[in-house]
């Protein structure tokens, strides 16, 4: 053979490889993008209530990436049972044959992989300086004569993180409670802000991430201010020997160095148009990370005062942009009561709204409350829209509220229905926002359902003073009525809870494992054979009120189809049973009762101080 014709032959060779290597690839990438079963643009439907991603429009590169990453992680089985809201539970039967009757097991399964979102308090603090000099006073106060960076470690916590990742910017946006305590406790907050951070696809934090204002327009010649304010300090100026005779003294000293003089006038110009950028940016961008301007009484005593709890909802407004809704409680010394509000962080004109009935009839503290998004919520009249909130799980109760005043209306209340005016079980109460489950698989379409995390809380169970846990819920509209579909028992994924200190699993005094948000939700391939869906939910919950972390969790969407088909007996709830008060009202006391159980099981295993680390 000559050593032409070997060349030729070896190209070839190699050709043929690469086409065999492009073929896999390609039929790997069509595992991800031909196999997927939402297809809002085909169906046209869900197009503003649906929030969170699908793979008809994500990113392919962040897609696959992510992906990869999920399939990469090894998952462990978790079961527990589900409690199904829609069943005609037979008449006479006790409280615990009543659960076993509506009951049936269920499975998802959890990533050996935990994601901590974790705080840097020196740059939250210097982003307390910069959004209120208020603030900034109060903490320097509480140091005392110590410096504020000397207070992070013991005064300064951060949890309660709620999360969602934001297509359209390729990163996760994330909210959390920030306490800051002269006490160095956190059952006793001094102050309490929200710190907003931004994460990219791998959860690595973004600093200096800009997004632009929803409703402000960014100029066109904003590089040309930026050039301007570097002449102005002329930052361009030579600090060589001999050149920089314009910023020399007078009457210079014989030991006088020149360059050294310079470098000095030009640090200090450098940190004056720095900030001066800083100021124009602020004006068309939110920059991450910050400390979101929540104004409230900053004089006098400031404990417990500020914004709590902080959850978020991505939603899509009438220009089909994504914006985040973020929703806390905070004592309003106007109404002189605990309130919710929504801010909207995406927004620089009047970004916050108070939250209250047009009858002034809510009552009482307001905590606790879940936003969601139903269908036209999003409006095109030039209104910021609306939002859905469940006031109370049981019995529902839901508000529907302007994002223009704030003002709410009950468009539901089963408390108002006669036979359930006594079924309610407080200790369920709201946890992440509720989310749209697509519509697009056959057995979900023409059904408006959503799903959340929602929390348990238990005072005085097993060894533990209060004991908290999530759970799954999935909630159903059907004519102008809401019904909670299904609860699941305790979703602990059977982690050791870190204890009320933060050095141990113990599980005496305060135990909580609390959820704060659904973060993603991506539904990847079906597979035709076993009718069973590939699909990956990330979680955030928070533990004892000093950590937050994400988990992924896998086959949420196989779990939602079997509560349907295990409640097909009945696919709607009957409003108009005589037995409504049993069905509405038994499976609350049913997730109340095997949590019961659950803390007494776990407090037995933790009760000796077994050593946990933070973020661990």
Wanted: charged fraction near 25%; charge should be neutral.
């Amino acid at each position: 053979m000559t050593p032409t014709r070997y060349i030729l032959n070896t190209k070839v060779l190699v050709l043929l490889v690469l086409t065999l290597v492009c073929f896999v690839s390609l039929e790997s990438l069509r595992d991800v993008y031909q196999m997927t079963v939402v297809k809002l643009s085909d169906s046209g439907a869900c197009k503003e209530s649906c929030t969170h991603n699908t793979t008809t429009w994500k990113d392919k590169t962040t897609l696959a990436h992510m992906v990869r990453n999920y399939r990469n992680m090894e998952y462990t089985p978790f079961k527990f049972v589900n409690y199904l809201g829609n069943r005609n539970i037979p008449a006479g039967l006790k409280e615990a044959d009543a659960c076993n009757y509506i009951s049936h097991e269920s499975k998802l399964e959890y990533a050996n992989v935990t994601k901590f979102i974790r705080p840097n308090f020196k740059v939250l603090s210097e982003s307390v300086k910069k959004t209120d000099p208020r603030w900034h006073d109060f903490l320097k106060g509480i140091a005392g004569d110590k410096s504020i960076d000397d207070t992070l470690d013991k005064k300064w916590f951060m949890f309660g993180s709620s999360a969602e990742w934001l297509e359209e910017e390729q990163c996760y946006v994330v909210y959390s409670r920030l306490i800051i305590s002269k006490e160095e406790n956190r059952e006793h907050p001094s102050i309490s802000l929200v710190a907003a951070q931004a994460f990219d696809k791998d959860w690595k934090e973004i600093y200096g991430k800009r997004i632009k204002y929803i409703d402000v327009e960014t100029p066109e010649n904003l590089d040309e201010q930026f050039k301007a304010i570097e002449m102005k300090y002329n930052l361009t100026e030579s600090c060589m020997p001999g050149k920089s005779a314009k910023t020399l003294p007078k009457n210079k000293d014989p030991q006088f160095d020149e360059q050294e003089h310079c470098l000095k006038q030009l640090e200090a110009r450098f940190k004056m148009a720095k900030e001066e950028k800083e100021e124009l940016i602020a004006k068309y961008y939110r920059v991450y990370p910050t400390v979101l301007d929540i104004p409230f009484k900053a004089t006098g005593n400031l404990d417990y005062m500020g914004p709590e709890d902080p959850k978020i909802l991505i939603r899509r407004n009438h220009d089909g942009q994504q914006e985040p809704i973020v929703v806390y409680n905070m004592q309003d010394n106007n109404y002189e009561q605990r309130l919710m509000f929504v801010v909207l962080p995406h927004r620089k004109i009047n970004p916050i709204v108070p939250l209250v009935d047009k009858e002034y009839k809510i009552g009482g503290t307001q905590k606790n409350w879940t936003p969601f998004i139903h269908e036209g919520d999003a409006t095109s009249d030039g209104s910021r829209g609306f939002m859905h909130v469940v006031q109370h799980m049981s019995p529902t109760s839901i508000l529907k509220c302007s994002l223009d005043n704030g003002k709410c209306k009950y468009i539901f209340d089963a408390a108002k229905i006669p036979s359930l005016k006594d079924v309610g079980v407080k200790e369920l109460r709201g946890g992440s926002a509720f989310v749209k489950i697509p519509h697009g698989i056959p057995e979900l379409d023409g059904r408006n359902l959503w799903i959340a995390m929602i929390k348990s809380h238990q005072g005085h169970c097993g060894i533990s003073f209060k004991f908290y846990r999530p759970h799954l819920a999935i909630m159903e509209e059907k004519d102008g009525k809401f019904s909670m579909l299904s609860y699941s028992s305790a979703l602990h994924f059977d982690r050791d809870v870190l204890s009320w200190d933060g050095n141990s699993t113990y599980a005496g005094y305060i135990n909580i494992m609390s959820p704060n948000s659904i973060v993603s939700w991506n539904i990847i391939s079906h597979n035709h054979e076993n009718d069973t869906y590939e699909d990956y939910m990330e979680l955030s919950f928070s533990e004892s009120d000093y950590m937050s972390y994400v988990v992924t969790v896998r086959g949420v969407l196989d779990y939602i189809l079997q509560v349907l088909r295990d409640g097909s007996d009945r696919k709607f709830l009957d409003w108009t049973s005589k037995d409504l008060a049993t069905m509405v009202g038994t499976p609350p006391k049913c997730v109340r009762s095997n949590l019961k159980q659950h803390c007494s099981v776990y407090g037995n295993a933790h009760k000796e101080d077994i050593p946990k680390k933070l973020y661990t």
